[in-house]
Nanobody
Framework: QVQLVESGGGLVQAGGSLRLSCAVS????????MGWFRQAPGKEREFVAA????????YYTDSVKGRFNISRDNAKNTVYLQMNSLKPEDTAVYYC?????????????????????WGLGTQVTVSS
């Protein structure tokens, strides 16, 4: 059984930082694309960042480029999302997800249906 457990969310002032963690069990992280998504109140869930299994460059949605960084520790089967220069519009529930498919180099897995397993989410609130 695959389980993903996010942690690290909380309340932070605008301009501050948070680091989210996602611990994965039941699946070898090194063989999966790992993604972070978020859902703000009243909005659909959206792609934030992903780290591919092939070890290629991570990719991000435009609104977080230069502020967020996704990384993984395959030995710990954990993926991280470092969030800097946070803005009130970053307020959302953040979800990590596992994509077990094998893609060609350079493919960007940004769509929810591409991901097979999901965590329950962690709340991030950025105050102005």
């Amino acid at each position: 059984q695959v389980q993903l457990v996010e942690s690290g969310g909380g309340l932070v002032q605008a301009g501050g930082s948070l680091r989210l963690s996602c611990a994965v069990s039941g699946r070898t992280l090194s063989r999966c694309t790992m993604g972070w998504f978020r859902q703000a109140p009243g909005k659909e869930r959206e792609f934030v960042a992903a780290s591919s299994r092939s070890g290629g460059s991570p990719y991000y949605t435009d609104s977080v480029k230069g502020r967020f960084n996704i990384s993984r520790d395959n030995a710990k089967n954990t993926v991280y999302l470092q969030m800097n220069s946070l803005k009130p519009e970053d307020t959302a529930v953040y979800y990590c997800a596992v994509d077990t498919a094998v893609y060609g180099g350079g493919y960007r897995a940004e769509r929810e249906p591409e991901y097979d397993y999901w965590g329950l989410g962690t709340q991030v609130t950025v105050s102005s």
